[in-house]
């Protein structure tokens, strides 16, 4: 099973501020990686696929890099909506999360 | 506009069978995987298999082999999901999710949730 590990468990940020999310995958995944925002109480919500491909409705502040193993979705000025829970997925073999980065306010 | 609506909240003893449904409109039932989801509280999501409408095809997690079945009503755009032999550590949200791209692609990231089904496990 490939594992995805996400750095930090917490990132605490202003508004206005930049995130930078990290996601490792044990083993090479290409580029078929894709990150979620989930809110309490909500379902998962697409941001990003293929590691950098935007979502249809998401806005240009997220943005997603990487490939192979190492992954990172950038949020370029954090806005009040954005505080939630962060998951990567790869979708290269079966389907797999990181265990999540928390996004809260400072 | 896509929609997966999920049945209601479920509680159920140890050893008992759940059995948990999401209804899909909004586009055509047979071009898109449907995918069931567990999120344990405390523990990452966790993918437990698929219904692919095309060839009438369910895959499993290996966690979940042999306790799990996955089907469709296509006369009601409907994909069930039953759960043998629960145990505690089944208690969880359960998702039904749709894929982005149709069964044409191969299966990628899920762009359309359902809203969750919770199931406890309790004695």
């Known amino acids: 099973e490939i594992v995805m590990t996400q750095s930090p468990a917490t990132l605490s940020v202003s508004p206005g501020e930049r995130a930078t999310l990290s996601c490792r995958a044990s083993q090479s995944v290409s580029s078929n990686v894709a990150w979620y925002q989930q809110k309490p109480g909500q379902a998962p919500r697409l941001l990003i696929y293929?590691?950098?491909a935007r979502a249809t409705g998401i806005p240009a502040r997220f943005s997603g890099s990487g490939s192979q193993t190492e992954f990172t979705l950038t949020i370029s000025s954090v806005q009040s909506e954005d505080f939630a829970v962060y998951y990567c997925q790869q979708y290269n073999t079966w389907w797999t999360f990181g265990q999540g980065t928390r996004v809260d306010i400072k | 506009e896509v929609q997966l609506v999920q049945s209601g909240a479920e509680v159920k003893p140890p050893g008992a069978t759940v059995k948990i449904s999401c209804e899909v409109s909004g586009y055509t039932f047979s071009d898109y995987n449907i995918h069931w989801f567990q999120q344990a509280p405390g523990k990452r999501l966790e993918w437990v298999g698929l219904f692919d409408p095309e060839g009438g095809e369910s895959r499993y997690a290996e966690r979940f082999q042999g306790r799990i079945t996955i089907t469709a009503d296509t006369s009601t755009d409907t994909v069930y999901m039953d759960l043998d032999s629960l145990t505690s550590e089944d208690t969880a949200l359960y998702y039904c999710?749709?894929?982005?791209?149709?069964?044409?692609?191969?299966?990628?990231?899920?762009?359309?949730w359902g809203q969750g089904t919770l199931v406890t496990v309790s004695s």
């Open positions: 293929g590691a950098s």
């Open positions: 999710a749709r894929d982005r791209r149709p069964t044409a692609y191969k299966s990628g990231p899920q762009a359309h």
